[in-house]
């Protein structure tokens, strides 16, 4: 070994002990794999060492600041994250939370940097993830200024389809700033308005038996129906041409960081001369791990086209944890005293089809299982490292956090241990009404949880668009929607657990319900069950993604354009523009709900600083 050798690994190891918590130091690409994140590979060797030789040839033996910047220039070029918001400044009815799909999407990427192991000689420094809470001037000027100081060689973008509008903002700022930018499109939107993944799942579901296209046929989809979806995916206007340069849709996990790869291969590159790389690149990118594609135009051709990966769905089992050291805006939750919150998901997907959900599609649109659940010890090593971390709670982002009673006895018996040990945290999650019971809660209260969010959407939810109602039916003591709520809640408010709920207006319901549905959660809040601030307001919109956009797809309605500003009253969760509820129909429901819930009713002013 030689003396430079040896170096690099001290560095390496004086790196982890600096940069890694106790929880993340003893694995390398995952946990359990048995790699120690100390060691240093045969590529990173080759690279350090090269670097070394760089620097020795421009500077000699000299040491100090001013090698010390020339090394960090030899080695790294910049790359900027953003997360696009989807409200603006002075919004009273969201939760932003963290940016948990842009923060799974970079795992990978990030434990690499983490434990500089990216497989290249020249390495992405990641130097800034972006996440206001809501877009505003100042979150511009902010961007503007991040922007002109590093010069990012790549800036990629995540989006809702209600922050497209805002996406498209983003990239057309970065492109007026920088107009060399590598820039990334991804996200539930652009997974949501694919047309390759509607076209292979009408495909599919036209190979099936008679039986199962019963079940799934409202995703067999005609030729001129699918060719509606055209004209909204990204790329379809020669504006979005000369702004965004790819767009992930589907998993991104593994292309994120070889698309880097092939950038880090030939610097400084040109947004033309990457494309021709990635095309003539399609057998690398169809052997990653992962459901959907890298998309592209083609410049020859001028066609958009797709570059697919395996199809192989990801195992959340072995993949990082999500890097949350470089948020810009801390994620503070009220219902936890706004003390630092670390959102988790144990599980991707739901066992309910909702039409008014994305995740009653996405599975089944980019063919993967309909619930991909990581296993109890892998979350709670999770848990423990946020611990490590200075967070002082958990919220589960699992639509339905309790739909695997075994699974979650199995969690709840871990959180147990480490309570016995002296080890407690304070949890919260969402679910439904269906999934839960007395002695549940009761245990569930015992091991930390102070907080769970039912999406109820009404007292008298049409079950025909609200699955879960229709399961409730099927329980061994059926019983009515509203009578199960109560009793829920006051189980939790037993169990002491805090209970916070969405309504949901425009799914069909008389002006008689919506009063019944705002009376019932009154008197629940009058009773101790909700406390204030707990109750979120929802207007039903066809988003990409549901079995409501399928169904438009399907008729003649037009197909609502996200790449519109959204019209949106700022008390709602959700904007009303493609809504049965808009103008002043909102404005009036806000009233009437504000009337009959007082203070129960969510009313905090989203901040855009912090």
């Known amino acids: 070994m030689t003396g430079a050798e040896e170096?690099?690994?001290?560095?390496?190891?004086?790196r982890i002990a600096r940069d890694l918590s106790e929880h993340e130091r003893g694995w390398r690409w995952y946990p359990g794999d048995g790699l120690d994140p100390g060691t240093v590979s045969p590529a990173a060797m080759r690279r350090e060492l090269g670097r070394e030789r760089q620097l020795i040839a421009?500077?000699?033996?000299?040491?100090?600041?001013?090698?010390?910047?020339q090394g960090h220039r030899l080695k790294h070029f910049p790359v900027l994250f953003v997360s696009?918001?989807?409200?603006?400044?002075?919004?009273?009815?969201?939760?932003?939370?963290?940016?948990?799909?842009?923060?799974?999407?970079?795992?990978?990427?990030?434990?690499?940097?983490?434990?500089?192991?990216?497989?290249?000689?020249?390495?992405?420094?990641?130097?800034?993830?972006?996440?206001?809470?809501?877009?505003?001037?100042?979150?511009?000027?902010?961007?503007?200024?991040?922007?002109?100081?590093h010069l990012p060689v790549v800036v990629g973008i995540s989006n809702l389809s209600e922050g497209h509008h805002f996406a498209i903002r983003?990239?057309?700022?970065?492109?007026?700033?920088?107009?060399?930018?590598?820039?990334?499109?991804?996200?539930?939107?652009?997974?949501?308005?694919?047309?390759?993944?509607?076209?292979?799942?009408?495909?599919?579901?036209r190979a099936m038996s008679e039986r199962q296209r019963g079940v799934h046929g409202s995703y067999s989809l005609t030729s001129p129906q699918l060719a509606r979806l055209a004209a909204l995916q990204t790329f379809?206007?020669?504006?979005?041409?000369?702004?965004?340069?790819?767009?992930?849709?589907?998993?991104?996990?593994?292309?994120l960081p070889e698309v880097l790869m092939v950038i880090a291969e030939d610097l400084p590159t040109d947004a033309r001369a990457l494309r021709k790389r990635l095309l003539a690149s399609s057998e690398r990118f169809a052997a990653l791990p992962g459901?959907?594609?890298?998309?592209?135009?083609?410049?020859?051709?001028?066609?958009?086209?797709?570059?697919?990966?395996?199809?192989?769905?990801?195992?959340?089992?072995?993949?990082?944890?999500?890097?949350?050291?470089?948020?810009?805006?801390?994620?503070?939750?009220?219902?936890?005293?706004?003390?630092?919150?670390?959102?988790?998901?144990?599980?991707?997907?739901?066992?309910?089809?909702?039409s008014f959900c994305h995740e009653s599609a996405d599975a089944f649109l980019y063919d993967q299982p309909k619930i991909r659940q990581r296993t109890p010890a892998h979350v709670m090593r999770e848990i423990r490292l946020r611990s490590d971390q200075g967070f002082e709670a958990v919220f589960f982002d699992d639509s339905t956090f309790t739909q695997n009673r075994r699974w979650l006895s199995d969690l709840l018996a871990m959180l147990e241990t480490d309570q016995a040990a002296g080890r407690q945290v304070e949890w919260g999650c969402q679910t439904t009404i269906n999934d839960v019971d007395e002695k549940l809660l009761q245990r569930m209260g015992r091991t930390g949880c102070s907080y769970i969010y039912f999406g109820v959407e009404s007292a008298q939810p049409d079950a025909e668009r609200v699955q879960k109602v229709q399961r409730l039916r099927l329980l061994a003591e059926p019983t009515d929607w509203t009578e199960q709520f109560r009793r829920v809640a006051r189980w939790c408010r037993a169990a002491g657990v805090r209970v916070g709920t969405s309504l949901q207006f425009g799914l069909g319901e008389t002006d008689e319900q919506r009063v019944r549905t705002l009376q019932l959660i009154a008197d629940l809040h009058r009773e101790g069950c909700i406390p204030d601030g707990c109750v979120a307001l929802n207007i039903n919109s066809p988003y990409p993604g549901t079995r409501q956009w399928l169904d438009l797809l399907r008729s003649d309605a037009p197909l609502?354009?996200?790449?519109?500003?959204?019209?949106?009253?700022?008390?709602?969760?959700?904007?009303?523009?493609?809504?049965?509820i808009t103008g002043e129909a909102a404005s009036d429901l806000y009233h009437l709900a504000a009337d009959i819930l007082g203070s129960a009713l969510h009313q905090q002013v989203v901040p855009t600083q912090q």
């Open 7 to 14: 170096r690099i690994r001290r560095q390496r190891a004086e």
């Open 291 to 354: 459901v959907g594609q890298l998309i592209l135009v083609d410049d020859d051709t001028g066609r958009i086209t797709p570059v697919p990966l395996s199809g192989t769905p990801i195992d959340g089992n072995k993949l990082p944890f999500i890097d949350v050291t470089r948020l810009t805006h801390e994620n503070l939750f009220p219902v936890f005293d706004n003390r630092r919150t670390a959102q988790v998901m144990a599980a991707l997907g739901c066992k309910y089809s909702c």
């Open 236 to 255: 379809a206007q020669e504006r979005e041409r000369a702004i965004v340069d790819l767009v992930f849709a589907g998993d991104a996990v593994f292309a």
């Open 58 to 69: 421009r500077l000699g033996t000299a040491s100090g600041p001013e090698a010390e910047r």
């Open 84 to 149: 696009a918001p989807h409200i603006e400044e002075n919004a009273t009815g969201a939760f932003p939370g963290m940016p948990t799909p842009l923060l799974y999407a970079t795992c990978l990427l990030d434990r690499m940097l983490r434990i500089d192991e990216f497989p290249r000689d020249r390495v992405p420094e990641i130097v800034g993830v972006l996440n206001p809470p809501a877009y505003s001037d100042a979150f511009e000027k902010a961007l503007v200024e991040c922007v002109a100081e």
């Open 170 to 205: 983003i990239a057309e700022l970065v492109k007026t700033v920088s107009p060399n930018s590598i820039v990334l499109l991804g996200g539930q939107h652009e997974d949501a308005v694919n047309p390759d993944a509607y076209r292979s799942t009408s495909e599919r579901v």
């Open 560 to 580: 609502p354009d996200y790449r519109d500003k959204l019209e949106r009253h700022p008390a709602f969760e959700t904007a009303h523009q493609f809504s049965a």
